[in-house]
């Protein structure tokens, strides 16, 4: 009686236990591009949060009419009137201290500096 056996049938319960291990269909970088994604979504949530949050802490802005006193000159840096458009004459008020600009008559207002052609 040594006639060869039919081979045994395996059971279902251990075909989906070899499934587990069997890496034909996974891609291990699978895993990596999803940890990508995540820190992608993370950076620009944490960039827009930083960005809305300091628009509050800055001062509005002041407007300065035509011929009205100057409360404080800008703070500038390098050589005197380097990249600057003379637009007046600027005196100071010997009694109270404030700085008052004289704009010459006829004079073509200056183009605002976001719109200046380089």
Avoid: H, W
Avoid at 56 to 76: F, H, N, Q, S, Y
Avoid at 82 to 91: I, K, L, N, T
Avoid at 103 to 117: C, D, H, M, N
Wanted: proline fraction near 12%; glycine fraction near 10%.
């Amino acid at each position: 009686m040594s006639a060869t056996r039919p081979p045994r049938k395996r059971l279902r319960l251990y075909s989906r236990l070899d499934a587990r291990f069997d890496d034909r269909d996974d891609d291990p970088r699978a895993s990596l591009v999803n940890l990508v994604d995540v820190m992608l979504v993370f950076a620009c949530g944490l960039l827009a949060a930083l960005a809305a949050g300091t628009q509050g802490a800055l001062p509005p802005p002041k407007p300065v009419d035509k011929g009205r006193a100057i409360e404080r000159p800008a703070d500038g840096q390098g050589q005197a009137g380097a990249g600057m458009d003379r637009v007046g004459e600027v005196f100071r008020d010997p009694k109270t201290g404030q700085l008052i600009l004289i704009e010459p008559v006829g004079a073509v207002p200056p183009l605002p500096t976001s719109k200046r052609p380089k």
